[in-house]
């Protein structure tokens, strides 16, 4: 009974913890249903790939929503970022390209947090119409067509450095990601922007009484998002060397999904960017087994719907069951 007790409070006091055990119960379904197709090297590096990118947007996403806002233009900041990057590297050297991109990815995240702090209209809205707008221009910029590097142009330190190269069969973008993770979690727990933006989350009015800064810590926020996003999109372009003007569609709702599995509170207040990655592994190792399990693309996102609500909903119980005394 005291281990019982224990375990409850361990889950009550790090609400990521029930994302971790349902990742820990995926793999070893996927891998013991699957024979040797999903539990190999190769597959396990691309899973790690896929969630380096998600995950670098997914921590972006779970700093707004840590302010109570949310941001569904991610996607298309993540696309946008990836052609900047693509059409720039083929013709500067790919460090200053990546600058470029990155910029254009705050820039976006910048203008979200100016309209949605000045004219107080719902984050949803702004969000849902930037999506729009940068998607729009994405398609315009390609014309149908995708942007591509040369296979002489991919070389160099800097190129590989920003997601062309691997280390050990990982894609470098694993390096960027832990970089971001480590570097963000200081901030939220050892500065005063991160008290600021899990108060702000918690209760606006009591935070700007106390003399926080409402606003620019959410136009702070939206700034990192885009950013992070922009720089995602980059590297997953380096990765593959080519970009289109539909890349990163869908991403935001993998994102938002990701944050939401790992324990952050779409309310605000609560952040867990440890379990919002843990978030992004599931989704990208539920994507890749279906995939080697032979399911049809007309199948494909209902099954991972399904399977995204029933992990979500096995968090949930466990937390209240964590709760229950």
Not at 52 to 81: Q, R, Y
Not at 166 to 174: E, P, S, V
Not at 236 to 256: N, T, V
Request: positive net charge; proline residues 2%; aromatic residues 10%.
């Amino acid at each position: 009974m005291m281990a019982v007790a224990g375990f409850k409070r361990i889950i009550r006091q790090h609400t990521e913890i029930g994302i971790f055990l349902i990742a820990l119960l995926l793999v070893i379904f996927f891998a013991s249903s699957s024979d040797g197709r999903w539990a190999n090297l190769y597959n396990i590096a691309t899973i790690v790939q896929v969630t380096a990118t998600l995950g670098l947007m997914t921590l972006g996403v779970a700093l707004v929503i840590g302010t109570g806002e949310i941001d569904i233009s991610v996607g298309s900041t993540f696309g946008m970022g990836a052609l900047v990057y693509l059409w720039l590297a083929m013709r500067i050297d790919p460090a200053l390209a990546m600058l470029v991109s990155v910029a254009v990815g705050a820039a976006i995240g910048a203008f979200n947090g100016f309209l949605i702090t000045r004219t107080n209209t719902p984050s949803l809205i702004i969000t849902l119409g930037t999506l729009m707008i940068f998607r729009g221009i994405a398609i315009a910029l390609t014309d149908g067509f995708s942007f591509s590097i040369p296979y002489a142009q991919r070389n160099g330190f800097t190129y590989w450095l920003f997601g062309g190269g691997d280390i050990m069969g990982f894609n470098t973008a694993l390096i960027w990601l832990i970089v971001a993770l480590v570097v963000l979690v200081i901030v939220l727990r050892a500065t005063r922007f991160g008290n600021h933006l899990l108060a702000v989350g918690g209760s606006a009015a009591s935070a700007h009484s106390r003399g926080v800064r409402v606003d620019r810590v959410k136009f702070t926020a939206f700034l990192l998002c885009g950013l992070l996003a922009g720089f995602a999109g980059s590297l997953e372009a380096g990765k593959l060397g080519f970009a289109d003007g539909s890349m990163g569609r869908l991403m935001e709702l993998q994102a938002i999904a990701s944050c939401v599995l790992g324990g952050c509170l779409l309310a605000g207040g609560r952040v867990s960017l440890p379990g919002a990655l843990m978030g992004a592994f599931v989704l990208s190792s539920i994507q890749s087994y279906l995939v080697v399990m032979g399911v049809r693309p007309q199948w494909f996102l209902l099954l991972l719907g399904v399977i995204v609500i029933a992990a979500a909903l096995g968090d949930r119980g466990l937390r209240q069951w964590a709760i229950k005394r």
